[in-house]
């Protein structure tokens, strides 16, 4: 067992790189906007490596292991889609031109392989060190899951002056050195002699901290399905880079989601209530799977259909 968990770590991380090689240098052209049509392609690309990915999981680990895969990948990707109005939002407030969006989330999504790494590692250990904690992420789950159940949707200028003079924000002018200007695709420029960064890496910094904020909900949600630091490990990842390309095609379509925030809400207290009845009786992941698409699926559908009305 030891040495297939070297070699599944190995060989998942190098799957990782030539995934994001891929996608750099094929599937990609620099600058170019990302439209509906390849958005839906690179998305469907990656949710087919996803499965093909699972169904080894299935012949090496078992049925349970395939399930707790498919049920953690499912919940990473329906809480991450929520998000997606956050980047949306700091792509408007920082005026970041569409053709210059994908480089950013593709780099992005080096920062969140490596801190939902540290995220997920950490939340293992001590989830096997001190069960009790298990109680501390329930109850820290339905707590979000009930204010966002209540919370209301409205983004206007508070948010974007939320997001423009944030504490990462000011911290980042005030350590480096930054230009005023966007120079295309760079991250970093010479001018006068002077190595500065540019606005298109201060946004990167920004997206990268938020993708931490993300995983304090994410991590201990899949953690309720499994304590398997290699399945929640790359489930998370695995929705991430399917739901980096999707951004294109959802960008457009998010403000028909009126009521996702509900559905989402719900499957956060469902997953919260399960840890806190962790000893006592344990949900099984088959149902945890039936809520989870009734709820996302449910809100999207009654979303869908408040805007035909």
């Given at each position: 067992m030891g040495s297939f968990?070297?070699?599944?770590?190995?060989?998942?991380?190098?799957?990782?790189?030539?995934?994001?090689?891929?996608?750099?240098?094929?599937?990609?052209?620099?600058?170019?906007?990302?439209?509906?049509?390849?958005?839906?392609?690179?998305?469907?690309?990656?949710?087919?490596?996803?499965?093909?990915?699972?169904?080894?999981?299935?012949?090496?680990?078992?049925?349970?292991?395939?399930?707790?895969?498919?049920?953690?990948?499912?919940?990473?990707?329906?809480?991450?889609?929520?998000?997606?109005?956050?980047?949306?939002?700091?792509?408007?407030?920082?005026?970041?031109?569409?053709?210059?969006?994908?480089?950013?989330?593709?780099?992005?999504i080096i920062g969140a392989?490596?801190?939902?790494?540290?995220?997920?590692?950490?939340?293992?250990?001590?989830v096997h060190k001190f069960e009790w904690i298990m109680y501390v992420f329930g109850a820290f789950l339905v707590i979000t899951g009930i204010k966002l159940f209540f919370e209301k949707k409205e983004q206007g200028k508070d948010d974007e002056n939320e997001i423009k003079n944030n504490f990462t924000v000011r911290m980042a002018k005030k350590l480096l050195p930054f230009t005023d200007q966007f120079h295309e695709e760079k991250f970093m420029v010479k001018i006068d002699g002077k190595h500065l960064f540019t606005p298109l890496f201060l946004v990167l910094i920004v997206v990268d901290v938020f993708d931490i904020i993300f995983a304090v909900d994410s991590v201990p949600a899949i953690l309720a399905i499994t304590t398997d630091s290699f399945i929640?490990?790359?489930?998370?990842?695995?929705?991430?880079?399917?739901?980096?390309?999707?951004?294109?095609?959802?960008?457009?379509?998010?403000?028909?989601?009126?009521?996702?925030?509900?559905?989402?809400?719900?499957?956060?207290?469902?997953?919260?209530?399960?840890?806190?009845?962790i000893h006592v009786y344990k949900i099984p992941t088959s149902l945890s799977l039936l809520v989870l698409a009734v709820c996302i699926g449910g809100s999207i559908v009654a979303s869908l259909l408040k805007k035909k009305k």
């Open positions: 968990n070297i070699l599944g770590w190995v060989f998942f991380h190098v799957l990782i790189v030539v995934l994001l090689v891929c996608d750099l240098f094929l599937f990609t052209k620099k600058d170019q906007e990302i439209g509906l049509k390849k958005s839906l392609k690179l998305t469907a690309f990656y949710v087919l490596m996803a499965l093909i990915f699972n169904v080894g999981i299935y012949f090496v680990k078992g049925a349970g292991a395939a399930t707790d895969f498919f049920t953690g990948y499912l919940i990473e990707l329906s809480l991450s889609i929520d998000n997606l109005f956050v980047f949306l939002l700091i792509f408007t407030v920082f005026k970041v031109a569409t053709k210059y969006q994908h480089r950013v989330l593709f780099w992005g392989v490596l801190m939902r790494a540290v995220f997920i590692l950490t939340g293992v250990a001590l929640v490990y790359t489930s998370n990842i695995f929705a991430i880079l399917g739901l980096r390309s999707m951004y294109f095609a959802l960008a457009g379509l998010m403000p028909l989601f009126h009521y996702l925030q509900y559905g989402l809400a719900i499957v956060l207290t469902f997953i919260g209530v399960k840890l806190l009845l």
